[in-house]
């Protein structure tokens, strides 16, 4: 991979370009770290308003898989991202033909299969000892009843869509045979995975960047809080977690990337989970094959953030180890933070919220506030973590957040 340097011109004249497959968030967030380096950004992303496509210097409104909005998006840039896991694998392979891009379609085909992805798991379990939870592979009907009838130890469980799944979605909660059934049904029989419900103590998420040749960093691992299946709070501060089992999660993270000969930035979550075990019950959950939003935090208490390790990344610029500077907490601020308790629209309070010390706000430009949709999220940092978390309290009141209670 020849570097590509931001600023550069090629031989016709044409400015260093990168691209994205996507217009949300994560794809407006690697925008701006891609310009604030000097690059031009192209989006495809069929939506007219869309968070990346907002802020981009081109944005190609076409289909994800439609051929002449993929050979203009392979004609703009020098190399090509995506952000999120449901980019169709063919459209990643096609631009792949004249143009890098990271990470490959592969890997990222494997991400948006949730059996193809334990089975990766499985296999890397070899080499860092962490391995997913006791699951089973629902297809076909045959195995739905073998299921039933041998695999009472996944019960009660949570059945998943193999495909398509993202914040809880595609996901419904089982306690018996007769209920595993009916939500198999509910699910349209998809192909899916029944997963055993494990008694979790604690979340937790680890980003790696892997390099075209190879070279792998890390940032620690941070604790992430969910409500209702969607992210709420991110913790990321020495002492989130216990020192061994953050070293066990980051090597796992490590592994995964490498043994997937993964180029581009890689995150991993993982289940903590009571059971004495060896691994302080360190269960591997799912990995999404781009920046994460438990990773945004990077933006604001890094000197080095998940977008510019995407960018260092499929750009082939050397990667740089990031260091944290600044205990964070980072606050998902989701639709409903726009609405009262009587379900009427309200401007959140921000002149008391950024009067706050070390409060980041960041909204992405969604024109329409809905209940669950990621809106934005508060990230707050300081010098020390018990005023980070004094801070993040009072935010958090401020806005009616859930998730910060326990701490
Ligand atoms: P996203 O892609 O937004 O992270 P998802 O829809 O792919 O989410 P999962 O990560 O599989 O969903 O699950 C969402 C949340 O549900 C988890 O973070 C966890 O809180 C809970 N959960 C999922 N699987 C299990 C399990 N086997 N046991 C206990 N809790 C679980
Ligand atoms: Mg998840």
């Not at 799912?286 to 208490?301: C, F, I, K, Q, V």
């Not at 890094?302 to 610029?317: E, I, N, P, R, T």
């Not at 500077?325 to 309070?349: C, K, T």
């Amino acid at each position: 991979m020849t570097p590509i340097f931001p600023g550069s011109e090629d031989a016709a004249g044409q400015r260093a370009t990168l691209g994205v497959m996507g217009g949300g968030q994560l794809g407006r967030m690697f925008v701006h770290a891609a310009q604030r380096l000097g690059y031009f950004t192209a989006v495809l992303e069929p939506d007219v308003q869309s968070p990346a496509g907002q802020v981009s210097h081109y944005h190609i409104q076409t289909d994800y898989n439609d051929p002449a909005g993929l050979a203009q998006l392979a004609h703009l840039c020098q190399a090509i991202t995506t952000e999120f896991e449901n980019v169709p694998a063919q459209a990643l392979q096609t631009l792949a033909l004249t143009r890098p891009v990271a990470p490959g379609a592969a890997v990222v085909g494997i991400a948006q299969n949730r059996i193809e992805e334990k089975a990766h798991f499985a296999a890397c379990a070899n080499l860092s000892g962490v391995t997913c939870a006791p699951y089973a592979v629902i297809e076909t009907r045959a195995q739905l009843q073998a299921v039933q009838a041998d695999r009472a130890d996944l019960l009660p469980g949570i059945l998943k869509t193999a495909r398509m799944g993202y914040d809880g979605k595609g996901q419904v909660r089982v306690k018996t045979a007769v209920q595993l059934a009916a939500a198999w049904a509910e699910l349209g029989g998809a192909a899916c995975v029944l997963e055993k419900l494990l008694p979790l103590t604690a979340e937790c998420s680890v980003l790696v960047a892997r390099g075209w040749d190879g070279r792998v960093v890390s940032f620690a691992p941070q604790r992430n809080v969910h409500v209702d299946g969607i992210l709420a709070v991110t913790h990321a501060y020495e002492g989130n977690m216990p020192p061994a089992l953050a070293t066990s999660a980051r090597d796992a993270a490590v592994s995964i990337a490498q043994h997937l000969g993964y180029v581009g930035v890689l995150c991993v979550e993982f289940f903590v989970v009571d059971d004495g075990s060896a691994h302080g019950g360190l269960v591997v959950n799912e990995m999404a094959p781009r920046p994460h939003n438990s990773g945004h935090y990077t933006l604001d208490a890094c000197d080095v953030s998940q977008f510019d390790l995407q960018v260092h990344a499929m750009a082939g610029l050397p990667l740089p180890q990031p260091r944290q500077h600044s205990p964070a907490i980072m606050l998902n601020l989701l639709g409903e933070v726009w609405f009262n308790a009587n379900g009427q629209p309200q401007e959140p309070d921000w002149s008391t919220v950024l009067g706050l010390p070390g409060t980041h706000l960041h909204l992405y430009g969604k024109l329409q506030a809905r209940a669950g949709r990621k809106m934005g999220h508060l990230t707050i940092t300081g010098p020390d973590v018990a005023s980070v978390k004094t801070v993040a309290r009072r935010a958090a009141g401020l806005l009616g957040l859930p998730g910060l209670n326990e701490t």
